[in-house]
């Protein structure tokens, strides 16, 4: 068998093609392909897909100066939901953009969506001290918080419940008792000592529920 493997690999070695100039001066180390002859063909843009699925713009408009109110009738409206109501500008005006400027239907819900007053971390823990001490008795709580009006005291108590349930109420400080003191002996509230008031992130706070 050994002599008849060896005449065919013989064979086989005839048979074979020459090599070629290419093959001879093949290098195989890697090389850059530089040139006009190593470029793809791309294609020309014929156009661009419509996107059917277009972001639309997060930003929410509030207010949009009507023409129809004059600016006197806008003015009134301001003064009416500030002094009364507590509202600021910028709720108002979006209650009023809300409503289509119909200032009667505005004018009406204002009282619906009266804005929560802002209570200094302060005011309560003034609150939690005075409610431990009166219970539910809100003409002794509201001696103890004069610049506060009853309505206010009980709106927050409905508040101040609703937190307590899930475990958000605020710790009474306790060095409150001596706080307090010095505010009732000066029988005004101490404005210089209270915190500033926390910040609301709501722009409307309903009250009809708890008021």
């Given amino acids: 068998m050994a002599p008849k493997n060896l005449h065919n690999l013989k064979k086989r070695k005839r048979s074979a093609p020459p090599a070629s100039r290419e093959d001879e ?21 014929l156009s661009r897909p419509e996107n059917k699925h277009k972001q639309r713009p997060k930003s929410l408009k509030l207010w949009f100066p009507p023409k129809k109110i004059s600016e006197i009738q806008l003015n009134d409206y301001i003064l009416l939901s500030k002094n009364k109501y507590h509202y600021d500008t910028e709720q108002c005006l979006g209650l009023l953009y809300w409503n289509k400027y119909n200032l ?6 204002l009282s619906n969506f009266s804005p929560h007053p802002n209570w200094s971390i302060l005011d309560k823990s003034n609150f939690d001290f ?6 539910k008795d809100f003409v002794q709580i509201n001696k103890m918080l004069p610049d506060k009006s009853l309505k206010s005291i009980i709106c927050y108590y409905y508040l101040w419940k609703k937190k307590k349930t899930k475990g958000l109420s605020i710790k009474p400080v306790n060095k409150l008792e001596h706080v307090y003191a010095n505010r009732i002996q000066n029988g005004h509230s101490d404005k210089s000592s209270s915190a500033k008031s926390e910040p609301d992130n709501m722009p409307f706070t309903t009250t009809r529920q708890v008021c």
């Fill in 25 to 45: 001066n093949y290098n195989d180390e890697e090389q850059i392909r530089v040139g006009s002859n190593y470029q793809a063909a791309i294609p020309e843009l």
């Fill in 104 to 109: 009667e239907k505005s004018i009406r819900d």
């Fill in 130 to 135: 005075a409610f431990n001490k009166f219970g």
